[in-house]
């Protein structure tokens, strides 16, 4: 299953296609599941305010513009995204900020696939979900994940 992710046109920025492969999975049944990315490839969600660059509140939508990006940052991600790794950035702004943030994210570079508006504000957030879910805590510093044992809470066997 192939599918080709389109970011929006932006005043005279070109169109970016990244092309997504998936592995087709049939279940016990004989039914379709939903697809999952081939191996090696990773489903990143990526948070803007506070993780890519200064945490902006929606209340103050005058800065999203002015901010820079953390240092790191859209190297980062880019190469992720050369890699073959799908970006998307999942953000607690609203919808009534997309173009500001589209047009921010594209004026520093960021190769991304996809822009999730309105995450639930507050943070301490508890993925759960039939794929496998991996969390990172941005802490101030950009560059290539490591591996390290944590404690997780988890469902019983």
């Known amino acids: 299953m192939r599918f080709i992710y389109e970011k929006r046109k932006l005043s005279n920025k070109r169109y970016m296609k990244k092309e997504i492969t998936f592995n087709k999975i049939v ?30 509140p929606n209340e103050e939508p005058e800065r999203m513009s ?25 953000t607690s702004r609203t919808e009534e900020v997309r173009e500001i943030t589209e047009t921010w994210l594209n004026k520093h570079g960021f190769k ?6 309105e995450k639930p504000r507050g943070g301490n957030y ?32």
């Open 112 to 117: 991304y696939h996809g822009l999730l508006m």
């Open 66 to 90: 002015v901010v820079m990006p953390y240092q790191g940052s859209v190297e980062t991600l880019n190469k992720w995204y050369e890699e073959g790794h799908v970006i998307t950035f999942f």
């Open 27 to 56: 279940g016990d049944d004989g039914h379709l599941v939903s697809p999952v990315l081939k191996n090696g490839c990773k489903n990143y969600l990526i948070d803007i305010d506070g993780t890519i660059t200064d945490d902006v």
């Open 126 to 157: 508890h993925w759960v979900d039939n794929h496998i879910v991996k969390g990172t805590r941005y802490e101030g510093k950009w560059a290539d994940l490591v591996r390290e044992e944590r404690t997780i809470e988890v469902f019983p066997s």
